[in-house]
């Protein structure tokens, strides 16, 4: 038999706001256990949440940016349940009225499948702290910093058929949400993290499966390979005549495998109520004009705009809009210097390799487009060829501080030689040190001649100019 998947996805993504949803204790990654939480965010008796302006503005720039219908009137429900991530046995969610829903997003996977994925709603709430469970098995040690910091929590239709357009569908969300500058989304720190609902059916029924969950995978990867095991799992419980239980699942990716953790709740186990200590949210019209006027150039307008204003191959505007940080680095180099083309040259063949590399994040690229440009002034004035070039911009791209480039090729002597005197004896100097590589090219081998630029640019510590080598090397092989 034939068998379908069927998927729906709940993101929950951190604001990147300074302070938490309802209190002013910081946001900051990491910290010494229980020291970013006060009374307010741990839910003592007699504290008042205050919901942080912030918030609200950068969750309704997402659900403007994911094409919902922003609710103007909308409110905070308490979702009780009783586990020690949230001392205050309760987290303030929305579920009856969330601020956004009835969205989309459009996705192409690699291999050109391209849907739009419905989006159901979205909604503010607060996150939970951090349970750090003891290796000999005896004690749980809860960490409270993280309880109040400000989620999003964006909950799709069930539109997905495969693994490919998860992530396609993931990645499109990363990027929107950086580009608007409302969160890091480093899924490595859990800023965005996703709970995978999967069924499986025949092919070409209609009727859904029996769920489970998948809770918080935070990579690409892993939730491609929590996807291919749970599905698998699900079929082969089916085939064998079993039947799929509606539960939460824990996917171990050191273990490669999803293993149960408890049934799966409905709405009405959390015993929803309106939060009677935060007021309804009244939504202008003003705001949302506002805000969707503000909406930034995305990732995918960009990569149009760069292949028919800049010529651009699509698959180098691919890379460079895949991050923000490039696309802006690209953009204000090329408004200083000019050249597009030279730009996206060294950001293809240098800083990309330094990011695979060396590890190195777009987001802590500090080299200025005012250096860029500067330097890619030089190398088309012919200061410095592309060979020495890659040495100066390693220099300039993992310098601290102040650099110079102009004074750095001055005092380390790299500036092209275009003396034609020099290079015709270095030329000479070579042919008299490789008789044996001479005589093969009388001998009509002429494939040589690379042979005798390189040991030429050698010589000259790689800093010849290449045409005139390549001129004055034509001019002495005649005279063999």
């Not at 800023?191 to 070409?204: E, K």
């Amino acid at each position: 038999m034939n068998w379908e998947i069927v998927m729906g996805l709940e993101v929950h993504v951190e604001l990147s706001t300074k302070t938490k949803i309802f209190c002013s204790c910081t946001t900051e990654f990491g910290g010494a256990p229980n020291t970013h939480c006060c009374p307010v965010c741990t839910g003592m008796p007699g504290t008042l949440p205050v919901l942080n302006e912030k918030v609200l503005e950068y969750a309704v720039k997402a659900g403007i940016a994911l094409n919902c219908d922003i609710t103007r009137y909308n409110k905070f429900d308490r979702k009780n349940y009783f586990y020690p991530d949230l001392p205050k046995a309760y987290q303030i969610s929305q579920l009856y009225l969330p601020f956004a829903r009835d969205g989309h997003v459009d996705i192409t996977t690699p291999s050109g499948v391209s849907k739009s994925i419905r989006i159901h709603e979205i909604h503010m709430e607060e996150d939970a702290g951090k349970l750090i469970h003891s290796p000999y098995g005896d004690a749980t040690f809860p960490d409270y910093n993280r309880c109040g910091v400000p989620l999003i929590e964006i909950v799709s239709e069930p539109d997905f058929r495969s693994a490919e357009e998860v992530v396609a569908y993931l990645a499109k969300l990363k990027s929107s949400f950086e580009y608007l500058g409302i969160s890091d989304v480093k899924m490595e720190e859990g800023s965005m993290r996703a709970d995978v609902n999967l069924s499986v059916r025949p092919y070409g029924s209609s009727e859904f499966g029996t769920r489970t969950e998948m809770k918080n995978i935070n990579s690409f990867k892993a939730i491609e390979r929590a996807i291919a095991f749970e599905s698998q799992r699900q079929i082969e419980l089916l085939e064998s005549g079993g039947t799929v239980v509606q539960e939460t699942r824990r996917w171990d990716d050191n273990k490669g495998k999803s293993l149960a953790m408890r049934s799966k709740e409905n709405a009405q186990d959390y015993r929803y109520f309106p939060e009677p200590d935060i007021p309804p949210i009244s939504i202008s019209e003003e705001m949302i004009k506002e805000l969707t006027d503000a909406q930034p150039e995305f990732a995918h307008e960009k990569l149009e705009r760069y292949v028919a204003d800049f010529g651009m191959a699509k698959a180098d505007a691919e890379i460079i809009t895949s991050s923000k940080h490039l696309a802006s680095l690209f953009e204000k180099t090329t408004e200083l210097c000019g050249n597009p083309k030279e730009t996206v040259y060294w950001i293809l063949s240098q800083i990309m390799y330094f990011m695979n590399e060396r590890g190195v994040l777009p987001e802590n690229i500090t080299l200025s487009p005012e250096k860029f440009a500067r330097f890619i002034g030089i190398v088309l004035s012919d200061r410095i060829n592309r060979q020495t070039g890659k040495t100066v911009f390693e220099a300039m791209f993992f310098a601290d501080g102040d650099f110079d480039v102009e004074k750095y090729i001055v005092e380390n002597n790299l500036e092209q030689v275009d003396d034609t005197d020099l290079i015709r004896e270095t030329i000479k100097s070579v042919f008299a040190a490789n008789p044996k590589t001479v005589e093969q090219y009388k001998a009509g081998q002429t494939k040589v001649t690379g042979f005798f630029v390189g040991q030429t640019m050698k010589a000259l510590k790689g800093k010849a100019k290449p045409d005139t080598v390549n001129k004055v090397l034509t001019e002495e092989l005649k005279n063999l």
